[in-house]
């Protein structure tokens, strides 16, 4: 059996997920003042960073109709790469975590079983991974 490459761990260490059925707290609260910090200033909904372009799957078929549907609900949905936006100045990353509560991580193939390592950049940017992949 493979190692999976993120597990989600409670504060005493003990492993939440992966697990075939995950019992989530639904009592939990946050005392990170930093994260709170992070979350208060954003304003847009989504961004992509992609850089690979052509994929085996409809991912960028995919995201071009969710974006057309977020902007006709005045949402964003920034694409980065590929011929979308140019990255700004301070880097994608850093406007991820500055700019949005969201970020939009589809596989590039549909592969049973596996998750992006994209998922760690939205977590580590304070946005919520939004995943579309062969993983259950």
Same mark, same amino acid.
């Given at each position: 059996m493979l190692e999976p490459m993120i597990e989600v761990r409670d504060c005493e260490g003990n492993v939440v997920a992966p697990r075939p059925v995950v019992n989530w707290n639904s009592n939990m609260t946050s005392s990170n003042v930093r994260e709170m910090e992070y979350l208060k200033h954003k304003k847009k909904a989504v961004a992509w960073i992609v850089n690979k372009c052509e994929t085996k799957n409809e991912r960028m078929t995919n995201a071009k109709r969710l974006q057309r549907l977020f902007r006709a609900n005045a949402l964003d949905f920034d694409m980065y790469g590929c011929g979308n936006l140019v990255c700004p100045k301070e880097g994608c990353l850093n406007a991820l975590k500055r !700019? +949005?509560?969201?970020?939009? &991580? @589809? $596989?590039? =193939? !549909?592969? /049973?079983? +596996?998750? %992006? =390592? $994209?998922?760690? %950049?939205?977590? /580590? =940017?304070? &946005?919520? @991974?939004?995943?579309?992949?062969? &993983? !259950?």
């Open positions: !700019d +949005y509560y969201f970020c939009y &991580a @589809p $596989e590039d =193939s !549909d592969g /049973n079983d +596996y998750v %992006t =390592s $994209e998922i760690v %950049t939205g977590y /580590n =940017s304070y &946005a919520v @991974p939004i995943v579309k992949g062969g &993983a !259950d």
